[in-house]
């Protein structure tokens, strides 16, 4: 008997048969170095795969049956971060951690900032008293042990996996300026290499202010792209109304659960203004249904017993019955959260250009250090004056001015953007916005006021079209319908007297009958009446047309639609003056998206109708594989995923919070003219963010060869210093005047 075991063939045949996925939350990451730095890790493990998204501080793992969820975790913790195993039902969920981080670095720069000041009035200031440099080194030890003690942990966690960050350089010149400073103050300035009697005190405690300033405002625009996926869990129903049948009297009664506890085939009620717990099929009561969180329709959609229902969805009129159909992470509405998700983990992340050189950078500062305290070790034999030197590179080498490049431009340019009706997220918008030539827009909402109103009136000839309207409007005043409200509106706009009706009657899913003045009054679709007169039934109006008529034969056709924002049509003149594409992307019909097209001047050819809110993801990214680059226009839930898709996210501010928080921009004055106005705004934010990064680079390329020439004491270094930081800040500031 002979017993066979599995060779290692056989177990990759097994394996690839058995691909699993697991979400992780991982902490600690703080640079693009991080990133690569845990993806790497983990791709050592046999079969696995992963994709690490620092904005999200997740890791999504593809890995094999043989790996197991320890194995996981172990592999990143070894690379220096935490992780934890992320359960289907918490995944969408955002960090918990990540807004404690954020008031920790809010705090320590509150600490920092007036501390660094005082520090720098002494050193600067004409006071010559003898206590004032104890008095510096007092004030700076807490700035430098306590507050960037944020860059000392990282800079250790990465010196024990034999890497370096820039976190590392900071951290090294932060203690050098402040222990040269230290033992220069203590030892004398008769005992020491440099008599020249300056401290670097002032530099150790600006240079932690600034930066702690830098990673706070880039803590805040991680945690604002974050957001959107709390903002559309929070759509979903918190409780429901579920029936239950007693065992005893087979009576049927209601219990109010969570809707977590909400399982498929419970039957739970909706009432008027209720959202839909879930998704479902109505089994019983007849309703509108406001669709447009999913499809993105400004006219509510006719439901009863046979008709679909999604989770999230608001019922605006009658009473249903809803047997629940998918429930969880099953529904439409979860499935709209994961793709923003989807598409927030394969969006490029695009980081500052000072973290993406950092992998270069530190080590080659780190070296020249080196190299510059042997070369003068060697040259003048004083080990203390090559200690001297060497300290001197690294302190001009601290990246103030490059920490300072990116955050105070995108400061100063957002406040302006803020006075001009335009908030930008972050520096990753920034660099989107350079080369769009492509942009995509909802309609309803965006294009158009996402109002409805009655905006087609027509009558058979010989009655004139108030009259109709008048009988319409008798009839409709019964009812709580959005397009029976469109038309009660109109008629008390025109300042009609509208009679009383009684016998009313809602006839499901087709319109309403009523008696008025002795006659029977029927509004509602064409199937309701013997004979729909030729001249109203060819009528071809964007919107939805319903029919008003008496003795079986339609008298008269009211359509119900939404305006076009008055701004829209210059704002795509603009946008194709600017040599961008525009395209037009809706959940609504095909005649009314062209409509709305046609009114603004979008060509036919550029129109996308009747598209679900996977559809709208699918579009822009096939668009994107076409090469073209994308920015999408929107306001509504539907829009997220799309939003997020695109190379660049604008969110009108009268829409959803979901689709606010799932954009890069929103336009708060809710006016498609803005659009053009936030690309320029953004393009100049950037162009100041790539000045100020040349001058930072400049700047210590100058510095380092002078400081390894030994040409710097420490009164110049703390200048050099100062003079660059303040040359960012005044660059910055050019874009008040954008």
């Not at 020249?196 to 805040?220: I, M």
């Amino acid at each position: 008997m002979s017993t066979t075991h599995p060779t290692d063939a056989d177990r990759s045949t097994a394996d690839a048969a058995d691909v699993h996925e697991v979400d992780l939350a991982i902490t600690g990451m703080t640079c693009a170095s991080c990133v690569a730095r845990v993806e790497k890790r983990l791709g050592r493990l046999d079969g696995v795969s992963a994709s690490v998204n620092l904005a999200t501080e997740r890791a999504h793992v593809t890995y094999p049956g043989h790996v197991t969820h320890d194995e996981i975790v172990g592999a990143v913790e070894a690379s220096g971060y935490g992780a934890t195993v992320l359960d289907p039902g918490t995944r969408l969920a955002p960090p918990e951690h990540t807004h404690v981080r954020e008031d920790d670095l809010r705090r320590r720069m509150l600490v920092a900032g007036p501390l660094a000041l005082v520090v720098v009035l002494l050193a600067m200031g004409p006071w010559t008293f003898a206590a004032n440099p104890w008095l510096q080194l007092v004030l700076a030890a807490p700035v430098v042990v306590w507050c960037a003690w944020p860059f000392h942990r990282a800079a250790v966690a990465a010196a024990r996996h034999r890497t370096s960050t820039m976190d590392t350089l900071v951290s090294l010149g932060v203690t050098a300026a402040f222990v040269w400073s230290t033992v220069a103050l203590v030892v004398g300035p008769g005992h020491h290499p440099r008599e020249e009697g300056h401290y670097y005190f002032e530099t150790a405690a600006v240079v932690t202010a600034f930066l702690l300033l830098g990673r706070w405002l880039e803590s805040r625009a991680k945690a604002q792209g974050r957001s959107a996926l709390t903002a559309l869990m929070d759509l979903g129903a918190k409780e429901v109304a579920v029936q239950r049948i007693s065992a005893t009297t087979r009576a049927t009664t209601e219990v109010v659960i969570p809707v977590d506890d909400l399982r498929v085939g419970d039957h739970f009620v909706v009432r008027p203004g209720e959202k839909v717990a879930t998704d479902g099929v109505v089994v019983d009561g007849v309703s509108a249904i406001d669709t447009s969180v999913v499809t993105g329709e400004s006219v509510p959609v006719d439901v009863e017993a046979g008709s679909t229902v999604d989770a999230g969805t608001i019922n605006t009129s009658g009473r249903l019955v809803v047997e629940a159909t998918a429930v969880g992470a099953h529904t439409t509405l979860a499935a709209i959260t994961r793709l923003v998700e989807q598409a927030q983990t394969g969006k490029a992340d695009v980081q500052r250009l000072a973290d993406r050189v950092s992998a270069v950078f530190v080590p080659v500062v780190l070296a020249l250090a080196l190299l510059t305290f042997v070369g003068w070790w060697i040259g003048s034999g004083s080990a203390t004056t090559a200690i001297g030197v060497a300290i001197t590179v690294l302190i001009i080498a601290c990246p103030c001015a490059l920490g300072l490049a990116t955050p105070t431009a995108l400061l100063v340019g957002t406040s302006r953007g803020a006075q001009k009706g335009i908030l930008i997220k972050g520096p990753q918008v920034l660099e989107d916005t350079r080369s769009i030539d492509t942009v995509v827009m909802d309609k309803t909402g965006t294009i158009t006021t996402g109002r409805t109103r009655l905006t087609g009136l027509a009558a058979e000839p010989g009655l004139h079209p108030f009259a109709a309207l008048v009988a319409a409007a008798a009839v409709e005043r019964g009812s709580e319908h959005p397009v029976a409200r469109a038309v009660v509106a109109r008629a008390e706009e025109k300042g009609l007297k509208i009679p009383d009706a009684r016998d009313f009657v809602a006839l499901p899913g087709s319109g309403a009958r009523a008696v008025v003045g002795g006659t029977e009054v029927t509004v509602g679709l064409p199937e309701l009446f013997d004979e729909v007169p030729a001249e109203l039934a060819t009528l071809d109006r964007p919107g939805t047309t319903v029919f008003v008529g008496w003795d079986g034969r339609a008298r008269g056709a009211l359509t119900v639609a939404d305006d076009v924002r008055e701004t829209s049509a210059q704002a795509v003149r603009d946008l194709r003056a600017a040599g961008l594409e525009a395209w037009l992307l809706s959940g609504d019909t095909e005649i009314n998206a062209r409509a709305v097209a046609a009114k603004v001047g979008i060509e036919p050819e550029h129109v996308v109708a009747g598209v679900k809110p996977h559809e709208k993801h699918a579009r822009i990214a096939e668009l994107q594989e076409s090469g073209r680059v994308v920015a999408m226009v929107g306001d509504g839930v539907n829009d997220a995923a799309a939003l997020v898709q695109a190379d660049l996210g604008m969110a009108m501010g009268a829409g959803t919070d979901v689709a606010m928080e799932s954009a890069d921009i929103v336009l708060v004055r809710d006016d498609l003219a803005s659009v053009p106005e936030a690309m320029a705004l953004s393009a100049r934010t950037l162009q100041v963010i790539k000045q100020n990064l040349v001058w930072a680079f400049g700047y210590n390329t100058l510095a380092i060869p002078l400081a390894m020439a030994g040409l710097l004491n420490p009164m110049i270094a703390g200048a050099a210093m100062a003079f660059s930081s303040v040359c960012v800040v005044l660059s910055s500031l050019r874009l008040r005047r954008a």
